[in-house]
T-cell receptor, first 112, second 117 residues
Framework: GENVEQHPSTLSVQEGDSAVIKCTYS??????FPWYKQELGKGPQLIID?????GEKKDQRIAVTLNKTAKHFSLHITETQPEDSAVYFC???????????FGPGTSLSVIP | EPEVTQTPSHQVTQMGQEVILRCVPI?????FYWYRQILGQKVEFLVS????????KSEIFDDQFSVERPDGSNFTLKIRSTKLEDSAMYFC???????????????FGEGSRLTVL
């Protein structure tokens, strides 16, 4: 089955700097790659996603890149703010929608 | 805005007891899921449910677990005989709105924290 790896497990940046989180997946059939943000005591919430027919997608300060050949994808957050502090999960899914497999998570701390 | 709701928010139970966690998915969604998150760890897939039957399940979802959609709005997770290692946050999620383009986005509830003593 699908296995998603994620690095780093913790990341600390100064406010205003960029943060990059990297993920790899194992199943070449996966073609949908969402990123979820989880704040303390809450459920994960989608922040951005990318499909396998696209190499890059951007939404304001957040961007995601996908290299399907290498089976890795990355999240880039620019101009980080303290409210970006949370745990971020990458995930991978096939179009059957049966199962979304999450990476182990990255705890991001943005220091004011 | 429609949301996934879960009850109870926290349940404490004795080892060996049965527990039922309840979820009300977003009403026009077609897929329902249960995930588990042990404190500080990854969000683990348990089971997906579509068209009134289990669509996919993980190796965690053994005979002690079952899911049901008893009345067209609720989606329940039952743990038959709880073990200490079942202590975790359980998240319900739904996806695939019937009347719009399917994006794959999962909408999660706030979770039910299960503590097994």
């Amino acid at each position: 089955g699908e296995n998603v790896e994620q690095h780093p497990s913790t990341l600390s940046v100064q406010e205003g700097d960029s943060a990059v989180i990297k993920c790899t997946y194992s199943d070449s059939a996966s073609n949908y790659f969402p990123w979820y943000k989880q704040e303390l005591g809450k459920g994960p919430q989608l922040i951005i996603d990318i499909r396998s027919n696209v190499g890059e997608k951007k939404d304001q300060r957040i961007a995601v890149t996908l290299n399907k050949t290498a089976k890795h994808f990355s999240l880039h957050i620019t101009e980080t703010q303290p409210e970006d502090s949370a745990v971020y999960f990458c995930a991978a899914m096939e179009t059957s929608y049966d199962k979304v497999i999450f990476g182990p998570g990255t705890s991001l701390s943005v220091i004011p | 805005e429609p949301e996934v709701t879960q009850t109870p928010s926290h349940q404490v139970t004795q080892m060996g007891q049965e527990v039922i966690l309840r979820c009300v998915p977003i009403s026009n969604h077609l897929y329902f899921y249960w995930y588990r998150q042990i404190l500080g760890q990854k969000v683990e897939f348990l089971v997906s449910f579509y068209n009134n039957e289990i669509s996919e399940k993980s190796e965690i979802f053994d005979d002690q677990f079952s899911v049901e959609r008893p009345d067209g709005s609720n989606f329940t997770l039952k743990i038959r005989s709880t073990k200490l290692e079942d202590s975790a946050m359980y998240f319900c999620a739904s996806s695939a709105p019937r009347d719009r383009e399917v994006t794959g986005e999962l909408f999660f509830g706030e979770g039910s924290r299960l503590t097994v003593l």
